[in-house]
């Protein structure tokens, strides 16, 4: 299983525009739906933050992994977002959050958003990759590092 499995380039935000825990979240929600499917992003966004709720996703070292699950989805939706300026998503090292990947997973899923979870935290354990997602400009140039970063576990 690899993260560019769920993860497409237009899933990438490059620069986050939200201020806050729930405005990165509605951002981060809205990627991985079509336009028109506005309440789509809604429920996404609310069962995120129902998750939230139970505890901070915010994982320390600059990183947040928000994830839920939704019943309409018939497979994992995962989208990336990098803040510059960094948020407080109340992580557990209190500092700022730049880097987030959300992870949207169907109701009765089998335990793969759990794998993916841990894919996740695996590739963002490298302090290198965390430094040049900081570093890359673009869109396009995000996705392809997290995609050269995925094939290498």
Known sequence: ???????KEDGVISDLQGI???S???ELSRVLVKPYQSPLAEEITKAVVDREKLQSTGIGEGIAIPHGRLKKLGDI?????RSIQGIDFASVDGKTTHLFFLVVAPENSTGNDLKLLGRIVTILQNDSFKKRLMNTQSQRGL??????EDMKY
């Open 1 to 7: 299983m690899k993260i560019t499995d769920y993860l």
């Open 24 to 26: 990165v979240l509605k």
């Open 143 to 148: 996705f392809e590092l997290i995609a050269e």
């Open 77 to 81: 939706i995962v989208s990336f977002g």
């Open 20 to 22: 806050d825990k729930l």
